[in-house]
C-alpha cells in the first residue's frame, strides 16, 4: 500500500504565506514526478507545479514568482511554498506523486486526499 499524506492548509490573510507539504509512504521503490493540483468550487482541479526527480519545476503561470515546490528524496516528501497569497488561490490542494513500488514495475499516480487553502481578510 502506498499512501499520501498532506499537510499545512489553513486560513491566511491576503498577501501572507503558506508552505503545504506532502509525505509518501509505504511499498516504494522510487518516486518519478511529483506535483500539486488544485481545486476551486465550481472549477476543474488544476496544475500547479510539478517537480520531476532531478528537481525540474513546471509552474501554472498564476502563480510564477510567487509558489516554490521543492522535494526531500530522503523523506519522498514534496512541499509547496506559496507566498503573497490571493484570494483566488483558495482552493482544495493536493498533492500527487507517480510512484514505482518495485524494479520491475512501471509508474502508477497516487493522490492525497487534500488540503484546504483559504485566503481571507
Known amino acids: 500500500q502506498v499512501q499520501l499524506v498532506e499537510s499545512g492548509g489553513g486560513l491566511v490573510q491576503p498577501r501572507g504565506s503558506l508552505r503545504l507539504s506532502c509525505a509518501a509512504s509505504g511499498s516504494i521503490f522510487s518516486i518519478n514526478d511529483m506535483a500539486w493540483y488544485r481545486q476551486a468550487p465550481g472549477k476543474q482541479r488544476e496544475l500547479v507545479a510539478l517537480?520531476?526527480?532531478?528537481?525540474?519545476?513546471v509552474y501554472v503561470d498564476s502563480v510564477k514568482g510567487r509558489f516554490t515546490i521543492s522535494r526531500d528524496n530522503a523523506k519522498n516528501t514534496v512541499y509547496l511554498q506559496m507566498n503573497s497569497l490571493k484570494p483566488e488561490d483558495t482552493a482544495v490542494y493536493y498533492c500527487?506523486?507517480?510512484?514505482?513500488?518495485?524494479?520491475?514495475?512501471?509508474?502508477?499516480?497516487?493522490w492525497g486526499q487534500g488540503t484546504q487553502v483559504t485566503v481571507s481578510s
Open positions: 517537480i520531476t526527480s532531478g528537481g525540474s519545476t
Open positions: 500527487n506523486a507517480d510512484i514505482r513500488r518495485s524494479t520491475w514495475s512501471t509508474g502508477v499516480v497516487y
